[in-house]
């Protein structure tokens, strides 16, 4: 049995910093990627970074780049989102997910294990 366990979510103002967390427990051993998602009310659940567990090479979606950074620390089954430059359009509920496939995706179906989500709401 897998456990992923978000946290760090809040409200903050238009352009400030969140950084998330997502602690893995259990059958930890397999992963081959961990990602993050969102969804706001109302909108499909939405693709935002991955990482590769191995090498650590991260992924991410075009609307969060250069402003969101994703890292792992293997040691503690954790994985980050440091969320900067925020804006009102980033407001949702965040998701950690692993997945044991090497295949690239950013399919939420590839991934086999989900956290229960953060809340992150940005005022304008």
């Known amino acids: 049995q897998v456990q992923l366990v978000e946290s760090g979510g809040g409200l903050v103002q238009a352009g400030g910093s969140l950084r998330l967390s997502c602690v893995g427990s259990?059958?930890?051993?397999?992963?081959?990627?961990m990602g993050w998602f969102r969804q706001a009310p109302g909108k499909e659940r939405e693709y935002v970074a991955r990482?590769?567990?191995?090498?650590?090479?991260?992924y991410y979606a075009d609307s969060v780049k250069g402003r969101f950074t994703i890292s792992r620390d293997n040691a503690k089954n954790t994985v980050y989102l440091q969320m900067n430059s925020l804006k009102p359009e980033d407001t949702a509920v965040y998701y950690c997910?692993?997945?044991?496939?090497?295949?690239?995706?950013?399919?939420?179906?590839?991934?086999?294990?989900w956290g229960q989500g953060t809340q992150v709401t940005v005022s304008a």
């Open positions: 990482i590769t567990w191995s090498s650590g090479t991260t």
């Open positions: 259990g059958r930890t051993f397999g992963w081959a990627r």
């Open positions: 997910a692993a997945s044991t496939s090497t295949l690239p995706s950013t399919r939420p179906a590839a991934y086999d294990y």
